[in-house]
C-alpha cells in the first residue's frame, strides 16, 4: 500500500514541545533559536552512543568493563562532530571537571548491565527511524533506541533514560514518546508491539508497558488534534507560552513574554514547518 503525499510531519519531541509550551514549538521549529548544550544533555548522547555501539560488538565482548572503555572516545567523537560541545569544560584547566563527568556517564552505563545482560540479546534494529504518513496526510517519525524482535515475532521498543525514573503520576507523561513509537510500527508492521520498555539507568530501574489497538487508535486522534492545533497556530502567529517547572531549563528566556522578553518576528508566509528531529537528550530528571 502506498502512503499518501504527507502535509506535515510530527516527531514525539516537537509533539511534546506543543503540548508543554506552544511558544517553545514555535522557537525550535520554527524561529530554530540556538540552544546552549548542556551537561546532562551531552551525557545522555554520550551514554546512547555507547549502548549503541555496545550492540555492534560480538557477544562476548558486551562486558561493563569494554562499555566504559567506550565513554571517552564517544565523547572525543561527539566534540570533533559538534565543536560547540567543548564550551562545557572550557573552564577546566586540570581536566578534573571532564574526568568527573565522564566517570558520571561510565556510572550510568554501568547502570544499564544491572537491568539485562546485553549478551543475550541481538535488536533487530539500534538508533532507528521508523515512520509512517496518516490517512490525513500526517508523517510520523522518530528514531528508536532499540528495537527487539522475538523469533516468534514479537516486537519490544526499548528506550534508555539517564534521568531519574518518573513517579507513579507521571508515568502516562513519560510514556508519550513510546506510544508515538509503538503507533508508528503498528502503522507499518500490522501488529502491535508486544512490550515497551523504558530503561532508567540513574535509578536502575525499568517501567514495562503493554499497549492494545484501541489505546493507539486514541493516541493516533490526539497527535491528529495537537497537529491540528499547531497548523491553526501556524496561522495565526498565536503560540503562547505557558509557564511551568520545565521553564527553569529553557534557554529562551530573552524572547519569551513570561520573563518580559519578546519572540521574534513571525516569519511571514510562514509555510508547515519541516521537522527536523534533532537528536537532542532532554533535561535528566
Known amino acids: 500500500m502506498v502512503d499518501p503525499p504527507a502535509t506535515g510531519s510530527l516527531s514525539p519531541s516537537r509533539a511534546a514541545d506543543f503540548k508543554t509550551c506552544p511558544l517553545l514549538y514555535r522557537f525550535r521549529s520554527i524561529d530554530r533559536l540556538p540552544e546552549r548544550p548542556s551537561l546532562d544533555a551531552t551525557r545522555g548522547t554520550v551514554v546512547h552512543a555507547v549502548l549503541e555501539r555496545l550492540f555492534g560488538l560480538p557477544r562476548q565482548e558486551r562486558t561493563v568493563e ?10 572525543r567523537r561527539l566534540v570533533g562532530a559538534e565543536p560547540e560541545r567543548a564550551v562545557l569544560f572550557a573552564d577546566d584547566t586540570d581536566g578534573s571537571a571532564l574526568a568527573g563527568w565522564l566517570e558520571s556517564a561510565r556510572q ?22 521508523v515512520q509512517t504518513v496518516l490517512a490525513d496526510g500526517l508523517l510520523l517519525r522518530g528514531y528508536v533506541d532499540r528495537l527487539d524482535v522475538a523469533p516468534t515475532g514479537e516486537v519490544r521498543v526499548v528506550d534508555y533514560k539517564t534521568g531519574g525514573a518518573p513517579r507513579e503520576a507521571f508515568e502516562a507523561k513519560a510514556l508519550f514518546q513510546m506510544k508515538f513509537y509503538a503507533l ?6 500490522g501488529t502491535v508491539p508486544s512490550q515497551l520498555r523504558l530503561m532508567y539507568l540513574r535509578d536502575r530501574e525499568s517501567l514495562t508497558y503493554a499497549p492494545t489497538a484501541e489505546e493507539l487508535g486514541r493516541f493516533e486522534r490526539t497527535l491528529v488534534a495537537i497537529w491540528m492545533a499547531i497548523e491553526k ?40 514547518p519541516g521537522d527536523q528531529m534533532p537528536r537532542m537528550t532532554p533535561p535528566e530528571g
Open 66 to 75: 569494554v562499555a566504559a572503555e567506550l565513554v571517552e572516545p564517544e565523547w
Open 108 to 129: 550510568l552505563v554501568a547502570g544499564y548491565f544491572e537491568l539485562e545482560d546485553p549478551r543475550r540479546i541481538e535488536p533487530a534494529g539500534r538508533e532507528q527511524l
Open 184 to 189: 508508528v510500527l503498528w502503522r507499518v508492521r
Open 233 to 272: 497556530a501556524r496561522l495565526t502567529g498565536d503560540f503562547r507560552p505557558s509557564p511551568s517547572r520545565l521553564c527553569e531549563w529553557c534557554d529562551h528566556h530573552a524572547f519569551c513574554p513570561t520573563f518580559g522578553g519578546t519572540p521574534p518576528p513571525f516569519p511571514a508566509n510562514q509555510v508547515a
